[in-house]
T-cell receptor, first 114, second 112 residues
Framework: EPEVTQTPSHQVTQMGQEVILRCVPISNHLYFYWYRQILGQKVEFLVSFYNNEISEKSEIFDDQFSVERPDGSNFTLKIRSTKLEDSAMYFC????????????FGQGTRLTVV | RKEVEQDPGPFNVPEGATVAFNCTYSNSASQSFFWYRQDCRKEPKLLMSVYSSGNEDGRFTAQLNRASQYISLLIRDSKLSDSATYLCVVNGLNTNAGKSTFGDGTTLTVKP
């Protein structure tokens, strides 16, 4: 079964450092998303991406965040200067289209900012 | 008001019990509806889509009432392996129908 893959599974970084979280969506999917889940809290939408541009972003997705699809397969989330409160599980997801379709989630990257 | 609101839980039930989860959503223009299951520290996994006609998959039955903006999930003959957090997920408006809005989740523990 096709799946969304994320790397690394766990990243520990010092406050103020830049991190890049990587995702390989399902190959024929066209819409890509990043979500975050702080420990013990709900899954929150960060950003959606289609046709090489951001289609929507949440209030969480401030200037410290950026996304990119540098080639035909990878979809990355960059956090420029990490803060302690960025510690969370980050999930990448992709959907085939924008209609009534399920999102497939990657296994997540656990980011710990120390 | 939260965009997606679920029963707060937790639910602790014995094996074999029937348990029902409820969810309401605030945006009447929402397009599609799902129940996901999330195990501890893992990614959400689709359990089932939810349709107005209702749908059933083995021991699981999901129902949608658009007029009341209400979604339900019924689990019959619960198993130990059903222990997880169940997430009500609503997908958005026409402009971003693929964006998922999650409820807080309802935790189910099935005990022997």
């Amino acid at each position: 079964e096709p799946e969304v893959t994320q790397t690394p599974s766990h990243q520990v970084t010092q406050m103020g450092q830049e991190v890049i979280l990587r995702c390989v969506p399902i190959s024929n999917h066209l819409y890509f998303y990043w979500y975050r889940q702080i420990l013990g809290q709900k899954v929150e939408f960060l950003v959606s991406f289609y046709n090489n541009e951001i289609s929507e972003k949440s209030e969480i997705f401030d200037d410290q965040f950026s996304v990119e699809r540098p080639d035909g397969s990878n979809f990355t989330l960059k956090i420029r200067s990490t803060k302690l409160e960025d510690s969370a599980m980050y999930f990448c997801a992709s959907t085939l289209n924008s209609g009534n379709t399920e999102a497939f989630f990657g296994q997540g990257t656990r980011l710990t900012v120390v | 008001r939260k965009e997606v609101e679920q029963d707060p839980g937790p639910f602790n039930v014995p094996e074999g019990a029937t348990v029902a989860f409820n969810c309401t959503y605030s945006n009447s223009a929402s397009q599609s509806f799902f129940w996901y299951r999330q195990d501890c520290r893992k990614e959400p996994k689709l359990l089932m889509s939810v349709y107005s006609s209702g749908n059933e998959d083995g021991r699981f039955t999901a129902q949608l009432n658009r007029a009341s903006q209400y979604i339900s999930l019924l689990i019959r003959d619960s198993k130990l392996s059903d222990s997880a957090t169940y997430l009500c997920v609503v997908n958005g408006l026409n402009t971003n129908a693929g964006k998922s809005t999650f409820g807080d989740g309802t935790t189910l523990t099935v005990k022997p």
